[in-house]
């Protein structure tokens, strides 16, 4: 499972993977968009200006470099 955590990547038409988006929360210079994936949620951030649109369909791109992932029920970071 994806931590509720967000993670900055890349929201657009060119990305790697297709989501939904379920919650879009300006907050200042950026923005927290909560995405629907598979049967889960993800949270994102992203600059406010992007306005993302509920029920809109967005596709990801993030750089491997700067994802962070980690184990739900420990919080543990998972290295690999």
């Not at 990547?9 to 379920?22: A, K, Q, S, W």
């Not at 049967?39 to 990801?60: A, D, F, M, T, Y």
Request: proline share 4%; net charge negative.
């Amino acid at each position: 499972k994806l931590m509720e955590q967000p993670v900055v990547l890349g929201v657009g038409d060119g990305g790697l993977i297709e989501t939904e988006v379920y919650i879009f929360e300006p907050l200042g210079a950026e923005a927290v968009a909560t995405l629907t994936l598979g049967e889960g949620q993800l949270k994102v951030v992203c600059p406010w200006q992007e306005k993302l649109q509920i029920g809109e369909n967005v596709r990801l791109d993030f750089s491997l470099d700067k994802v962070h992932l980690f184990d739900r029920k420990t919080g543990q970071a998972l290295t690999g």
